[in-house]
């Protein structure tokens, strides 16, 4: 009710026209259709396997080794025998709950500090900037491979260990983000009417912010679905066994040298879905969040 | 002179940087990693000879004076010796350098080359077929695990069509290097006049080298269409078509050099990505750079190669960045005032 308290001081008469009211909002385009109906299909697929997949997709020998696809095994066995699309469809929870959840942990804890960050400024600012710019000079994957061979395998570690290389990048964007807000109308208005500064920062800057944010962290789960690929793909952090898509596009390399394509090409059909849905929806929410690229 | 003081600043912030990311890999890699010690004693080993071992390795000081002692040699440039090849790991980081440079630049020509030129293409046809092919292949380059991608390229050109040299690294098995000079086998072949080799060397390099560069064209394409879509809406390109100039004129003259700020910028990037990106594509073609002695290091807990790969790629990933900006001042004449 704080809203109207501000209003009531405001003389209408000395204010510009109101604008009119938003337009509806703008039509769905095509990547945000795309993106979000993939994101769904793997996320039923995960669902799915977990009551059923046409055969286990963690014994051996359901078939002969490297059956080429078939009616019998529709994309075809791997070395060990196993049946590649019930593990591309096991793999569905591993890609996409790791990736799910590593971004959502770097998303909230990054968005936290980078709004007190940005808000605050001063010395707070100064630490944390400076400790991000130190973190930023690591490549990306290659911090991952360093820590996950530290802290030990598990899917737990590995999610943790990508939400900590996730977070400087969410820090810098809200800061930014709440440091190009801090001085608007609105931040003013909610300032003057007796708003704490926490609520001021947490309430209403950041709110506003999560157009941005949401965008970024959608292109951000594309790169940490890579990155999850890469290390099972280097055997780092998870049993081989795992039918994690990277891990699998590691078993058929052998396979590939023989001419058997089949066993390392689907998985990496899968990671291109994921990957894709995940680009895809985050050109769509720049275009709705970011009034310059809505032509 | 402005110029010359930019430099000089970034240049001691690089400084910091470094001590940090030497500080944290220090720390990562001891206290959260395995014990060396276990890889090189025998199961049967006593206690005594464990400790003698962990002395040896050096790692039976505390932990802040094994830190110090190696901030002290770092200092003299010295980054310690790897427990695994036995040589001093500034040596074995230089030897391999030239493997990883040669393929990433191929991989960085191939993708500018490549990728601004589709990029405009796609920007002029905006909303035509060759649009939509464009951001179909940007979109896939993205998307796609590069080790995938060398992969296909492996199983199609080299075991379907016998095209290309299989992935055995830098040249064919049994072939002997030229007398090294630069490092880069494409020069000091040419040095040594030896064109068959030569011709083998660039022969290897063609499946890694396409494979980062396909990466690499993804992100370059898709800033610049970006960059140009918004310049050839602009103002200024509306009265270049007014006075009459040419198509070719308006997109390249006009439109194109004002794209090209955002691709210059995400250079530096794309630079990164090729050092972190390093370790999985010479894991793929054998290549005998970097990347592989990274991995090596972290199968082997080597402490003292770990340490030095990383200090050296984020140094370079810096290096890179520093360069962009300068680029930059040297593109746009607003930077300069």
Known sequence: MKRSAADATLDPAALPAAPPARRRRAPASWSLRIGA??????????????????????????????????REFLLGTDRLGADILSRLMAGARYDLGITLVAVAIALSIGSALGTIAGYFGGVVDTVISRLVEVFQAFPGLLFAMLIVQAVGPGVPNIILVLSFIGIPDYLRLARAEIRSRRAWPYAEAARMVGNTPWLVAFRHLLPNSAGPLLA???????????????????????????????????????????????????????ILGLTGAFYLLGDALSDLTDPRRRR | ???????????????????????????????????????????????????????????????????????????????????????????????????????????????????????????????????????????????????????????????????????VGRLPIGVAPPPPVTGFLLLDAAFAGDWVLWRMAAMQLVLPGVTLGLTTLATVARVTRAAM??????????????????????????????????????????????????????????????????????????????Q??????????????????????????RMRA
């Open chain 2, 1 to 167: 002179m402005a110029l010359a003081r930019m430099i000089l600043q970034r240049l001691l912030w690089v400084l910091p940087v470094a001590f940090g990311v030497v500080t944290i890999t220090f720390f990562a890699a001891r206290v959260l990693g395995g014990d060396p010690t276990e890889l090189y004693a025998p199961p049967e080993a006593t206690d005594e000879l464990r400790a003698q071992i962990r002395a040896q390795l050096g790692l039976a000081d505390p932990l802040w004076k094994q830190y110090l002692a190696y901030l002290a040699a770092l200092a003299r440039f010295d980054f310690g010796t790897s427990f695994t090849t036995g040589e001093s790991v500034g040596a074995d980081l230089s030897a391999r350098l030239p493997a990883t440079l040669e393929l990433g630049l191929v991989g960085l020509v191939i993708g500018i080359l490549a990728g601004i030129p589709l990029g405009v293409l796609a920007a002029v046809n905006r909303e035509r077929w060759p649009d939509f092919l464009v951001r179909g292949v940007t979109l896939s380059g993205m998307a796609l695990p590069q080790f995938w991608i060398g992969l296909v390229l492996i199983s199609i050109f080299f075991v379907q069509l016998r095209l290309l040299p299989g992935p």
């Open chain 2, 308 to 333: 030095g790969f990383v200090l050296y790629a984020s140094l370079l990933y810096v290096l890179a960045f520093l360069l962009v900006d300068i680029l930059y001042l040297l593109i746009d004449p």
């Open chain 1, 37 to 70: 109906g993939l994101l769904l299909f793997y996320a039923g697929v995960a669902l799915l396997s977990l009551v059923w997949t046409p055969y286990d997709p963690l014994a051996p020998g359901m078939g002969d080794g490297y059956l080429p696809p078939s």
């Open chain 1, 216 to 270: 970024f962290t959608s292109i951000n789960a594309a790169f940490v679905a890579l990155v999850t690929a890469s290390l099972g793909f280097l055997g780092l952090g998870l049993d081989p066994n795992t039918p994690e898509w990277g891990s699998m596009i590691a078993r058929g390399q052998d396979g590939v040298m023989t001419g058997e394509w089949w066993v390392s090409f689907f998985p990496g059909l899968a």
């Open chain 2, 229 to 306: 879509v918004e310049a050839l809406q602009s103002d200024y390109i509306r009265t270049a078509i007014a006075m009459g100039h040419g198509r070719g004129m308006v997109w390249f003259r006009y439109g194109l050099r004002n794209a090209l700020l955002p691709v210059v910028t995400l250079l530096g990037g794309v630079a990164g990505h090729i050092f972190g990106g390093a370790v999985l594509l010479e894991s793929i073609f054998g290549w005998p750079g970097l990347g592989q002695y990274a991995l090596q290091a972290i199968d082997h807990s080597d402490f003292a190669a770990l």
